[in-house]
């Protein structure tokens, strides 16, 4: 984390800015943060914290990482990064960043932007500070988020959960938000072994109150997994957590798997 992107945070106790002084970030009110080893924060507020380890676990963010890192989502983000290039992306919020596979990504194709990821996860935001370590990462979460007011040319929300009021405080005037949801065809051939009848997903209203929504951007493509990547994809979905033994058990027996995937990129600016 270098002292120009640590501004970008504030402090969780407080709200007060934050500057990096060795390897902590400390608020006026002496409120201190120490980095971890791979440089990052832990900036979630104690009183946010309703579990002992919060938000996506390491065997969730492990699958995750192994699977992203072999590129089988990179027709869905080499379209983000195009829409990313369209717009203001001098200061990009990622929030719900995961292990930040998406900002190395952003950061190898976008012209010198800077980046600030936080995650609930601890284990997710450890991976995303090593693999990118031109960025600033925390730990924090989107409904009280370590980010100063208007510090935000570009939000983006991958697939996390949505908090507009503070989406909105972290971007500038006229700042853009790029939210990322399912298409109803994504991850359908996952769900056909999975489930006995399969549903596809609900296509999101694309109206949030204070932004304007400006235009819409699809990705799709059509994956043939093999061996260890079916199990990946199928460890970092939510299916996961809700797939009945049958379904799980059809999964385990397949050596490979075809599906589509795709996202929409909803594209808002702040009102
Ligand atoms: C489906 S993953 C997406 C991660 C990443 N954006 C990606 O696409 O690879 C959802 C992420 O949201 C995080 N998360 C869940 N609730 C959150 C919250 N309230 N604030 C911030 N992150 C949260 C989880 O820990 C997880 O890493
Ligand atoms: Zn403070």
Same mark, same amino acid.
């Given at each position: ?36 080893? =791979? ?30 890192? /072999? ?37 190898? &194709?976008?012209?010198?932007? =800077? ?29 009280? /988020? ?5 510090? /935000? ?14 989406? @909105? @405080?972290?971007? @500038? ?26 549903? =596809? ?9 204070? $932004?304007? $929504?400006?235009?819409?951007? =699809? ?11 079916? !199990? !990946?994809? $199928? ?14 058990? &059809?999964?385990?027996?397949? &050596? ?16």
């Amino acid at each position: 984390m270098t002292p120009a992107l640590a501004e970008a945070l504030r402090c969780p106790v407080c709200g007060g800015p934050l500057l990096l002084m060795g390897r902590s970030l400390r608020c006026p009110k002496a409120h201190s943060f120490d980095l971890a080893r =791979e440089g990052y924060a832990n900036l979630l507020a104690i009183q946010k914290k309703h579990a002992a380890d919060p938000g996506d676990g390491k065997e969730m963010v492990r699958a995750r990482r192994a699977f992203l890192s /072999a590129g089988y989502y990179e027709p869905l983000m080499k379209v983000l990064a195009e829409v990313c290039a369209e717009l203001p992306h001098g200061h990009i919020v990622d929030a719900g960043c995961g292990e930040g596979s998406y900002d190395r990504y952003l950061y190898d &194709r976008l012209d010198a932007p =800077e980046i600030v990821g936080f995650d609930l996860s601890k284990e997710a935001v450890r991976l995303a500070a090593k693999r990118v370590p031109e960025a600033a990462f925390c730990v924090g979460g989107s409904f009280s /988020a370590p980010v100063r007011d208007g510090w /935000a040319d570009l939000l983006l929300n991958i697939f996390s959960p949505f908090a507009g009021e503070e989406f @909105r @405080r972290m971007l @500038r005037a006229g700042g853009h938000l790029v939210y990322a949801v399912p298409t109803a065809r994504h991850l359908y051939g996952l769900k056909e072994i999975l489930y006995a009848t399969p549903y =596809e997903n609900e296509v999101k209203q694309t109206a949030y109150e204070g $932004f304007t $929504f400006l235009a819409e951007r =699809e990705a799709a493509a059509t994956l043939t997994l093999e061996g260890e990547s079916v !199990q !990946q994809l $199928f460890a970092m979905t939510p299916y996961y957590w809700n797939t009945p033994a049958d379904g799980a058990a &059809r999964l385990a027996g397949c &050596r490979q798997l075809t599906t589509e995937i795709g996202f929409r990129y909803l594209i808002y600016r702040k009102i």
